[in-house]
């Protein structure tokens, strides 16, 4: 069964560093989204993703984030000078259009675990 | 406001005993879908169950059925016969529109099967 996929699973960065997340999703899907749930804490939506162009963002996603589709597979997110506070669980996840331009399941992967010292 | 409550931040259950984990929600849209979430120990979110504002029977899933009270607000999800291994975290959540939007996660629910 296909399935969304993340690397690395963990990441240890110092403040000020930049990060790269990588996440390949399932190949025929069109939509694409980052999440983070810091830990105990509910998850939360960062940005969707559509047609090559950012289609939603939160306040969270502020001006230290950006995503990318550099190829036919991956999509990443990039914090440019991680704080302290972003440490937390980054999950990507991707979901089909199907006809009418209506889908209903997002699948996620499996997450990547960023702490930032 | 809360988009998604969930009320019990934790619940213990016996093994192979049904549980009821609560969800309501707040939207003003007439098309809207509602999600199970299972994360357990390993971190990762498992996708259990889906209902569509318009779909007229509720979910099921195996074990797992939504129970969909539109006229309340409420979406909970029901496990029958619990095993050990349905111990994790459980969050409701909701996607407004009828679009791929954003999906909304409730603080979710901590459920423990005890042996």
């Known amino acids: 069964e296909p399935e969304v996929t993340q690397t690395p699973s963990h990441q240890v960065t110092q403040m000020g560093q930049e990060v790269i997340l990588r996440c390949v999703p399932i190949s025929n899907h069109l939509y694409f989204y980052w999440y983070r749930q810091i830990l105990g804490q509910k998850v939360e939506f960062l940005v969707s993703?559509?047609?090559?162009?950012?289609?939603?963002k939160s306040e969270i996603f502020d001006d230290q984030f950006s995503v990318e589709r550099p190829d036919g597979s991956n999509f990443t997110l990039k914090i440019r000078s991680t704080k302290l506070e972003d440490s937390a669980m980054y999950f990507c996840a991707s979901s089909e259009a199907l006809l009418g331009g209506y889908s209903y399941e997002q699948y996620f992967g499996p997450g990547t675990r960023l702490t930032v010292t | 406001a809360q988009k998604i409550t969930q009320t019990q931040p934790g619940m213990f259950v016996q093994e192979k005993e049904a549980v009821t984990l609560d969800c309501t929600y707040d939207?003003?849209?007439?098309?809207?879908?509602l999600f199970w979430y299972k994360q357990p120990s390993s971190g990762e979110m498992i996708f259990l169950i889906y209902?569509?504002?318009?779909?007229?029977q509720n979910a099921t899933e195996g074990r797992y059925s939504l129970n969909f009270q539109k006229a309340r607000k409420s979406a909970n999800l029901v496990i029958s016969a619990s095993q050990l291994g349905d111990s994790a975290m459980y969050f409701c959540a909701m996607r407004e529109g009828n679009r791929d939007d954003k999906i909304i996660f409730g603080k979710g629910t901590r459920l423990h099967i005890l042996p």
């Open positions: 993703f559509y047609n090559n162009e950012i289609s939603e």
């Open positions: 939207t003003s849209d007439q098309s809207y879908g």
């Open positions: 209902q569509g504002s318009y779909d007229e």
